[in-house]
């Protein structure tokens, strides 16, 4: 069998941290939790079943319960276990197989699975882990296979035979005494034939705090959800070279290094049966952060949206404010089979700069009449034919929404002029072009209640005109949509999430672009109720490096999206050595194909829309 990469030797680091290395390891290893570990264990156990032999899992309940919505999670995955529908997580489970989200589902055919929940447990209740037996039942048939224990008077923790609380009363660290080991239960049931420790058993391998920060290349570990620091438990035996089985063990919520330091790592009882057996027991560490106070494991989608997909529609709509509109209208061409509306708030026709820089910011800025739209209809032909954008054919369908205002002096109105004569050659119907110039506005996003006088450039581009431009925008779009009253404010959440994953050849300032975004998730959409997207664009100096999250909270987009089901998805660029007021590339400085679907910036986005949709 394989050696398996995990661990190497000493080398100090600051704080008493070293660096994980290489033990002579077996290729297949297992895993565990308790709580939020459970969800965590499960979910690594899914995707990554190919290099598994089993799992175990201590009050927790199935894969994707939580659905993305952190009100499903602490409801029906804890208290409410009639509410869950296994037969939809099943489904969903193959879904993501499919599309190769997870290992092959096959694998967990000969896999051992140990499911434990105290008959006292008031903190996730029996029948929610039922659920969890209920769905491995569906991929493992062999007798035996899954153990459970359930008639076990424990309150929500960690049993042992020794150490903890009361096994029946909640403890602060989680932990109780039940005269009941089990972690060794749990490992010998995936492994058979296990000597098992004395209850009065003393350790006689190293505990060592370990550096996590390196395994999170693009941001902050905290940024994840992740401590700086993990544990790695290290028996004698396999630090002299034995060949050893890993096992990795998933914390509860509140059970991490910050809060109760190596307390669960030292006592749940895993070391002790490691010393015996020739375990490397690997103890990860989450943290909290402000979508995740008590430092519990994602497995609702505080870190972002590649957590899951949501319910919603085919078909998208984008909208964006200024190099915003430029991006805007790039997407809406380049994917128009996807894109069925847009939205262009002081912007431009189709590829205006034609790679040039100086015509970006001279001619489609400040001189209209020096933009020629049958010239830039002949590019949109050209890229058409060639496959580089969707067929131009589609675009009849779509809705169009364009904005300017009378006092715009950064991009004057007569280039947006410009943008409506390119859409009138592939949009001919009657009433789908809304055009609105006669708003005395400076450049920027109008809104009805926040931002600077309308008339005036502000700092952050975005003016009170007393015009709900998110709303008119989008009701354009779709028609029928509830009108937020000027007082609302935004009942859902709103979610930082990964942009480096898709990106895979460089980092994503190479391309301009943001380590991370920003989606606005209405409660019903994460509550499952089928909801559509929209996509939005910030302009210059308006992503979240310069303005943090002034735009995406104050854009006015959020409250239309409560009362009319919308998951706005706000990607987030940002400067770099060629575009250092971070904006949208529709000029060219991430390459010559910038405006087509195989761009960098256009392709990232694409990939982020379609993981909104479960399909990528």
């Given amino acids: ?292 106070p008590n430092g519990c494991w994602d497995w609702w989608g505080f870190t972002g949206m590649y957590y899951g997909s949501y319910n919603l529609d085919s078909f998208v709509t984008v909208s964006g404010l200024s190099s915003g509109a430029y991006m805007a209208n790039q997407f809406h061409v380049s994917h128009s089979g996807k894109v069925i509306g847009a939205a262009m708030f002081a912007g431009g026709p189709y590829y205006c700069a034609l790679g040039n820089s100086l015509t970006a910011t001279g001619i489609c800025m400040k001189y209209p009449s020096s933009i020629s739209v049958p010239s830039l209809k002949t590019f949109t032909q050209t890229y058409a034919i060639t496959g580089q954008i969707d067929p131009v054919s589609n675009l009849a369908r779509s809705k169009v929404f364009i904005f300017s205002g009378s006092l715009d002096s950064v991009l004057v109105p007569g280039v947006s002029k410009k943008l409506e004569e390119y859409y009138k050659a592939y949009i001919t119907s009657t009433g789908a072009i809304k055009a609105v110039y006669n708003i005395p506005a400076e450049h920027g996003m109008p809104t009805e209640t926040y931002g600077g006088a309308c008339g005036a450039r502000t700092h952050d581009y975005i003016n009170n005109c007393n015009y709900n431009g998110a709303y008119e925008a989008l009701n354009h779009i779709y028609g029928g949509l509830q009108r937020p009253s000027s007082s609302a404010t935004a009942t859902g959440q709103l979610i930082l999430f990964d942009q480096s994953e898709y990106f895979n050849l460089a980092a994503p300032i190479t391309y301009g672009m943001d380590t991370a975004g920003y989606v606005y998730l209405p409660s019903s959409c994460q509550a499952g109720a089928r909801c559509r997207l929209h996509i939005a664009f910030h302009g210059c100096v308006q992503g979240r490096e310069a303005v943090g999250d002034q735009f995406v909270r104050n854009a006015g987009y959020n409250q239309v999206a409560d009362l009319n089901n919308l998951i706005i998805l706000y990607p987030q660029a940002r400067s770099n050595a060629l575009n250092p007021n971070g904006c949208w590339d529709w000029w060219g400085y991430s390459g010559i194909a910038y405006a087509t679907k195989n761009a960098f910036q256009v392709s990232g986005v694409e990939r982020m829309m379609l993981r909104t949709m479960g399909q990528y």
């Fill in 1 to 292: 069998m394989k050696v398996l990469c995990l661990l190497l030797a000493w080398i100090g680091l600051c704080h008493g941290q070293v660096k994980l290395g290489i033990y002579n390891l077996e290729s297949i290893l297992s895993v565990s939790g308790l709580s939020a570990g459970v969800y965590m264990a499960n979910q690594y156990h899914l995707a990554q079943s190919k290099k598994m032999v089993g799992a175990a899992f201590f009050a927790g309940g199935p894969f994707y319960c939580a659905q993305g919505s952190m009100l499903t999670a602490t409801n029906a995955c804890m208290k409410l276990p009639y509410s869950i529908n296994v037969n939809t997580l099943v489904s969903k489970t193959k879904s993501y197989a499919t599309s190769m989200l997870l290992d092959p589902i096959s694998n967990l055919a000969g896999q051992k699975v140990f499911i434990f929940s105290g008959s006292k447990d008031t903190v996730v209740v029996p029948g929610v882990v039922k659920k969890l037996e209920e769905y491995y039942t569906s991929f493992i048939t062999s007798p035996g296979a899954i153990k459970t224990v359930y008639d076990v008077p424990a309150q929500h923790g960690m049993p042992t035979d020794s150490y903890g609380g009361s096994c029946g009363l909640t403890n602060l660290n989680y932990i109780n005494n039940c005269d009941y080991n089990g972690a060794y239960e749990a490992l010998n049931h995936i492994y058979g034939d296990l000597q098992k420790p004395s209850s009065s058993a003393e350790l006689t391998g190293q505990l060592i705090l370990y550096d996590q920060s390196e395994y999170f290349n693009w941001a902050a570990p905290s940024t994840y959800g992740m401590d700086t620091a993990g544990y790695v438990y290290v028996p004698s035996s396999c630090q002299s070279g034995e060949k050893c089985k890993l096992h990795i063990v998933f914390h509860g919520c509140l059970q991490g290094r910050e809060k109760v330091g190596d307390r669960f790592a030292r006592n749940a009882g895993y070391n002790q049966v490691a010393d015996l057996n020739n375990f490397i027991i690997l103890y990860p560490q989450a943290k909290s952060n402000m979508s995740n």
